[in-house]
């Protein structure tokens, strides 16, 4: 992957300083004084964030800081104790996960969450929203559905292709790879033509010959004008891809910035390698690879 050139990175972002909670030029997502505890741990403290619109973001930390309970509260997958958050300057808070969908805001699972007894096709067709047959009474009248089911199928071959699993549509998804499996979210989650695509450690798990099709995938979003936020703990994978990384450490931002500035900030590198650590965070190995379980739930 080195040998690729570095992509394009967006620039002019944020309004002053690059520092925690900073302002954005124009952010899609805003979030303020959200908190979860569970018992006495407090997993998400965020008193403010914002995520710029047409960039793509990284969310970074290490294991418990926080990031995926962070994503299952900003996607109506769970109940913040406190604190809203705005879509496009509309209120989210208290919002079920299928209206926030269906809304533009659609996001992935670091364990993902296809459906292993029906097709790959099916698991597509599932995706697409507003289906006139889902009700029973229309559901009895194909006359009222077919149109749009055949433009459905369409839709979702066109997204198989592009993600190479066309060749898959009549198999079933438990007979896929784990990478193959992302790959598939990924396209299901575009059945909804999303503003916001977040991507929960979309590279974890997936063998190498299919990582780079991932990350081509995920930087071909933005080019589509979509707006990307994700959970990444490969420090070279960030360096690749994000114009703009959060840093979580304890259920709280600690550090905000462009990728080369925030790995370099202290905060970060003691975040994950500990308060008395000299070392530079991004070039340990040159590819920093942190276990990917156990993020508080």
Not at 180 to 205: N, Y
Not at 265 to 280: F, M, N, P, R
């Amino acid at each position: 992957m080195s040998s690729n050139p570095t992509p394009q990175k967006s620039t002019g972002l944020h309004v002053g300083q690059a520092a925690p909670g900073c302002k954005k030029v124009d952010p899609i997502l805003t979030v303020d004084n959200v908190k979860k505890t569970f018992g006495g741990l407090t997993a998400v403290d965020v008193e403010h964030l914002e995520i710029p619109r047409g960039a793509i973001t990284a969310l970074i930390g290490p294991n418990g800081a926080g990031k995926t309970t962070l994503f299952n509260l900003l996607t109506g997958f769970d109940t913040p104790d406190t604190g809203t958050w705005d879509f496009q300057g509309t209120s989210l808070a208290g919002v079920p996960s299928f209206k926030v969908a269906q809304m533009g805001q659609v996001r992935t699972f670091q364990l993902t969450k296809a459906l292993s007894l029906l097709t790959v096709l099916e698991n597509m067709k599932l995706g697409a929203k507003g289906q006139k047959g889902e009700s029973l009474l229309n559901a009895l009248m194909p006359s009222i559905w077919k149109k749009q089911d055949d433009a459905i199928g369409e839709k979702a071959m066109e997204l198989l292709k592009r993600f190479k699993l066309d060749a898959k549509k009549d198999d079933f998804a438990a007979s896929l790879s784990g990478g193959q499996r992302k790959l598939l979210e990924m396209a299901r989650a575009l059945m909804t033509d999303p503003v916001l695509v977040m991507l929960d450690e979309p590279m974890a798990g997936v063998n190498p010959a299919l990582t780079q099709s991932l990350l081509e995938h995920v930087l071909g979003l933005k080019e589509q004008g979509m707006t990307v936020l994700f959970v990444e703990h490969d420090m070279h994978m960030v360096r690749h891809i994000a114009d703009w990384v959060v840093v979580m450490a304890e259920g709280r931002v600690v550090a905000e910035g462009s990728p080369d500035t925030v790995m370099k900030e202290q905060a970060v590198i003691d975040a994950y390698l500990g308060a008395h650590q000299d070392t530079d965070l991004g070039v340990v190995t040159g590819r920093i690879k942190i276990v990917s379980e156990g993020d508080a739930k």
